[in-house]
């Protein structure tokens, strides 16, 4: 059931397969060079401390009470857009033998970190705001610490230099120092004002009590303008870039991105996920099969494609003297796939497995959430029965024609220090 | 077939041991698409000095021997195994614990025909030493992905300090060099002796009819032979009650310090319904010490000695055990300085009640939520079986935990002489 309230969009999706019931709240805004940094460490802010429980440590000591819901904050992109993600999951009482209505005091706390966060002078508390700006520089420095992590950032950076699509989600190190409590609290009024908010509950629950405790707990101070999604750009280039970094590890990370020319709302998705599916998506796809089965040069080959900017990144852990080789692989794969050079069997195993995954991805709340906020974002609505069609109807012609549209964008390859 | 009802719950589990002596366990999960399905042998990377079967003398195997049998096994006469899930829309994986290893597949669709071809291919061992010397290389480079992620050197490390004897200590995928030593021959002998079904367990979960699956396991094992074997005997070096290394510092490209510290456990060889409650009661330790509603970690979290990389576990399996405690942090040793007084201060002071139950229904929670999960029911129930636990005992024995109970495990499990610190520092 999906429906517009307070400013909201509020999803139910009603199921008894869970012992928990779970809630997601989605807050997008486009990405921004001004705002990502700032906008980062909001959720962050707004778990530590609210009006009634003025601490962390109340928050996480109700949640405890609660049976041990719990509470997850996370930042995403998605596209051009920066997504600000809150997730909680809370027990069933039903197989608890208790009469407590968990889920209505979990959306409850919910709302009121949202809207009634613990203030001082009218903005964030000085104590939380420092806390919290040396956690975020703690979590830009752990990027760097995790180097597959750190590989498609950079990647990324390098890639999308001109688009708002290659900034860090986790923003910038220098930035944070001349954030004050009051310039966030003004970005957090304009995320109540402007920001676009999906809130999902999934669980054995019955809809008009959960309508009526969001139409009362979630009320926002001010008037609610949400924006429109920001619209993807694709740019062409001319040749492709080849970024080559060093630093002390043992083994080659090996990141290569190429640009679909394809989104979700085109008519060639399917096709794409098909093509990705086959090209390094899957056990049984030509970069697993040539890169590690055949040549032995890695442990991991594969590729990903995001749906919403329509990039394709493949990614591999080599030797470093292996570089010119794993390359020219993978070339080849793709090379190989844009002429059709792939069996009617293999397409057969492909859509298997991607409806495998689509159906097994229904059977986990966050994952069920995941694929209808696709549909939010995107503002193209696709069932799980139109995955499972358009799945099938694609054809080996419309694969080589979704293929063809994809070029090379940028070879990033981090390496060994010389000599070493 | 035995049926066992959980009402509480609302789950009911159906178990038969086969003739051949395969254990097999069914929980059928309405409403979901998936069926997941687990085939798991009790032999791990701490298994590497037995007597392999029809031998007399013990053997010593190289290290990472389990773990590359591992791959190896989804390799047969007509190639990759991989390819054959996948026509039937299945996803195949597999993994090598220190005490287990095992296959699993879920899939929406033909799941008959995909539990067959698990059966299947892990009771059917092909190896040439061609395909041995290929997956040398891709071994070669997992090895080397772990050895630049810090998290897990750090994991490995604190583990490495504790022990003096016990395998538990050396890398599950062993090193470049160990695995070079492996031949065909010697696979061949680690699989003969681990891989017999007496030894193995078989969890199918998911939207399934509990009496046509176990009838089609029966006869798909009815058709097999395996040679007769006694108890398979496993050779471990007494382990002294001190650990091995009090520190160890590992410098590596890294921003922000790491810092794990860990105690060994004392009395490893505890099994059954004492091993889960045990594990139960420290784990509720660890959280009233240091989950995020406790004043330790408001404390810790406040001074900017850790963030949310803040992490705790204690794991045991017979043999061996211990809690970890640690993350990211700016100052190392301050960190394990603080750590260790606030152990020491926790286990002098008797336990708050409010705060033990509420603990303990918290822990009822994220049991309740962890059934949410067909992987982890068909994993840990798996690994409670051969620890002779039962998963669904656990709720049970939570509500029956006491403060007296919980004080005296403390003082026990958090022994000042049996404490370890491993840190990764930026070079």
Redesign the interface.
């Known amino acids: 059931m999906d429906l517009s309230l307070n400013g909201m969009n509020l999803h139910i999706v009603e199921t008894t397969k869970y012992k928990t019931n779970t809630i997601v709240l989605h807050i997008k805004s486009p990405l921004a060079k001004e705002t990502v940094t700032k906008r980062a460490l909001l959720p962050y802010i707004l778990q530590s401390g609210t009006k009634s429980f003025p601490t962390r440590q109340e928050i996480r000591s109700y949640l405890d009470e609660l049976y041990g819901a719990t509470l997850q904050v996370d930042v995403g992109k998605k596209g051009e857009n920066q997504i600000i993600t809150f997730r909680m999951d809370v027990t069933n009482e039903k197989y608890l033998n208790k009469q407590t209505p968990l889920l209505e005091e979990a959306l409850k706390l919910l709302a009121e970190i949202l809207l009634k966060p613990i203030t001082e002078n009218g903005v964030f508390t000085e104590a939380i705001v420092a806390n919290e700006k040396r956690n975020l520089k703690q979590r830009i420095h752990s990027i760097f610490d995790d180097k597959i992590r750190y590989a498609n950032m950079r990647l990324l950076e390098e890639m999308c230099k001109e688009e708002p699509y290659g900034l860090s989600v986790w923003g910038y190190e220098e930035e944070i120092d001349a954030i004050t409590p009051k310039l966030l609290f003004e970005q957090y009024n304009k995320l109540l004002k402007n920001d676009e908010i999906d809130l999902y509950i999934v669980g054995d629950v019955t809809p008009e009590k959960i309508e009526a405790v969001v139409k009362n707990s979630f009320s926002f101070p001010i008037e609610r303008q949400p924006f429109q999604t920001e619209e993807t750009k694709q740019i062409k280039k001319a040749q492709e870039t080849v970024i080559i970094e060093e630093q002390e590890v043992k083994q080659g990370k090996l990141h290569i991105g190429l640009r679909t020319n394809t989104t979700y709302k085109d008519n060639d998705y399917y096709a794409i996920q098909l093509f990705n599916g086959l090209f390094g998506g899957f056990s049984h796809s030509k970069l697993f099969i040539n890169v590690r089965e055949k040549a032995s040069l890695a442990y991991y080959a594969s590729s990903r494609f995001e749906s919403h900017k329509g990039l394709l990144m493949v990614m591999s852990g080599i030797e470093f003297e292996n570089y010119e080789k794993a390359v020219a692989i993978i070339k080849e794969q793709l090379i190989n796939m844009q002429k059709g050079d792939f069996s009617e069997k293999e397409i057969a195993q492909t859509k298997a497995v991607m409806k495998n995954q689509i159906l097994e991805t229904v059977d986990v709340p966050k994952g069920y959430v995941e694929l209808l906020y696709q549909n939010a974002v995107a503002k193209h609505s696709r069932t799980i029965e139109d995955w499972l069609q358009g799945i099938d109807r694609v054809t080996k012609e419309d694969m080589i024609k979704v293929g063809q549209k994809i070029t090379l964008d940028t070879i990033y390859f981090l390496k060994g220090k010389e000599g070493k | 077939m035995k049926q066992i009802m959980f009402e ?3 789950e009911t589990l159906y178990h038969k041991t086969l003739d051949n002596g395969l254990n097999v366990y069914i929980l059928p ?1 309405q ?4 069926t997941y399905a687990t085939f798991t042998t009790l032999y791990g990377s701490v298994d590497n000095h037995f007597i392999p079967i029809g031998a007399k003398e013990p053997l010593k195997v190289p290290d990472g021997i389990a773990h590359f049998l591992e791959h190896k096994m989804f390799e047969d006469e007509d190639g ?1 195994v ?2 054959l899930f ?7 994986n597999a993994f090598t614990s220190f005490t287990r290893t095992a296959y699993l597949f ?4 033909e799941v008959e025909k995909n539990l067959v071809t698990l059966l299947d291919f892990v009771q059917h061992p092909y190896f040439t030493p061609e395909s041995v010397e ?2 040398k ?3 070669g ?2 090895i ?2 772990y ?5 897990w050197r750090l994991y490995f490390g604190v583990i490495e300090n504790m022990y003096v004897n016990h395998p538990v200590k050396i890398d599950i995928a062993g090193t470049v060099e160990s695995i070079d030593q492996i031949t065909k021959d010697l696979l061949y002998t680690c699989y003969e002796t681990f891989y017999h079904p007496k030894n193995m367990v078989l969890f199918i979960v998911g939207s399934i009819d509990p009496e046509e699956i176990m009838k089609l396991v029966i006869a798909n094992q009815a058709k097999k032979t395996f040679k007769e074997i006694a108890a398979i005997e496993r050779i471990f070096a007494d382990e002294p009650p001190t650990v091995a290394n009090k520190k160890q510092i590992l410098k ?5 310090p ?1 810092c794990l510290v860990g105690f060994k456990e004392k009395d490893p060889n505890k099994q059954g319904q004492d091993l889960l409650k045990h594990e139960l009661c420290i784990n509720i330790l660890l959280d009233l010490m240091f ?5 330790n ?2 404390t810790l ?2 001074q ?1 000695l850790i ?3 803040f992490s705790f576990d204690y794991s045991a399996e017979k043999g061996f055990g211990f809690s970890i405690i640690g993350g ?1 942090t ?1 100052d190392p040793d301050q960190l394990v300085e603080t750590l260790e007084e606030m152990i020491q201060t926790f286990i002098q002071k008797p336990l708050d009640d409010n705060m033990v139950k ?2 303990i ?6 049991f ?2 962890s ?4 992987e982890y029911i068909a994993n840990q129930f798996t690994r409670y079986q051969f620890n002779a636990m039962n998963l669904f005992d656990v709720i049970g024995t939570l509500e029956n935990l006491t403060k007296e109970e919980l004080e005296e495990k403390a003082k026990g499990h958090f022994d000042p002489k049996m404490f370890t610190v491993c840190q990764v520092l930026p ?1």
Do not use: C, W
Request: hydrophobic share 20%; aromatic share 6%.
């Open positions: 509480q719950l609302n999960k409403g979901f698409n998936k990759d991989f390819q996948s026509k039937q829309g299945a996803q195949a879920s899939s929406t669709t290929k997956e290389g891709i071994i480079q997992e080397k992905m050895d630049d992620n810090s998290d590596m490209a890294v921003h922000t790491k989950g995020q509603s406790s004043n970690y408001a979290y406040n900017g963030d949310d990389s990211d700016k509420r603990a229904k918290k822990k009822i929670g994220t309740m939520r059934l949410n999960s067909p070079k």
